[in-house]
């Protein structure tokens, strides 16, 4: 298993993936503070004043304590932040859960596809993990597309598993091992 200790910075052919900085908060909360992107994911709605920030200090810690590495998504022709792409590591047992979420101004762009390939690519070959999986809510399509179109499996649904916004809202599972990825990179 191979954590850098350093934080790596991923290359994409429109993207930059590194990591979070503080100055980077107001734009957090300014994409993820939107209803329609809460409905999707987990964030928190409304995105209260701080709370930018206390997520940002908090994936430093996670990343020194090998928990996690969570990348800032950065148009390359611009610099503009546009979401958050990681993985929570689940070291002892080699395995990892993606996570990602895009700002509403960049759905449907191919971005997260983009940055979810080359995120999935260095689990498997720079940290050598052996499995990556990931969910999304069975209202979020998007996701599960993104999340096939990587090369992921789909592995189950778990219907009104959580309660969002007081609905009850399922849950599409998909995984993928490192042995399927190396077949597929071939």
């Known amino acids: 298993m191979s954590v850098p200790r350093t934080f790596p910075v991923l290359d994409t052919s429109r993207l930059t993936l590194r990591q979070f900085q503080l100055i980077d908060a107001p734009r957090v909360k300014e994409l993820a503070g939107v209803r329609e992107l809460a409905e999707t994911t987990f964030m ?36 503009e932040l546009i979401g958050s792409i990681g993985l929570d590591l689940e070291l002892a047992h080699q395995r990892a859960q993606m996570g990602f979420w895009v700002g509403l101004p960049y759905w449907n762009k191919g971005y997260c596809t983009e940055a979810a390939s080359r995120v999935l690519e260095f689990g498997f070959t720079a940290m050598k993990l052996n ?7 069975t209202t979020n399509p998007a996701s599960g597309h993104v999340l096939k179109k990587i090369g992921m499996h789909h592995e189950g649904t778990q219907e009104q598993h959580y309660v969002r916004f ?3 809202v399922g849950v599409e599972n998909y995984g993928i091992v ?9």
């Not at 209260?48 to 998504?73: L, S, T």
């Not at 499995?131 to 809510?137: D, G, K, L, P, V």
């Not at 490192?178 to 071939?186: C, I, L, N, V």
């Open 178 to 186: 490192r042995a399927h990825f190396d077949s597929q990179s071939e």
């Open 166 to 168: 007081d609905k009850f």
């Open 131 to 137: 499995r990556i999986y990931a969910s999304h809510f």
């Open 44 to 79: 928190p709605h409304p995105y209260k004043e701080g709370e930018a920030e206390m997520w940002i200090m908090n994936q430093y810690e996670d990343f020194k304590r090998r928990q996690m590495v969570n990348f800032a998504m950065e148009l390359k022709a611009s610099c």
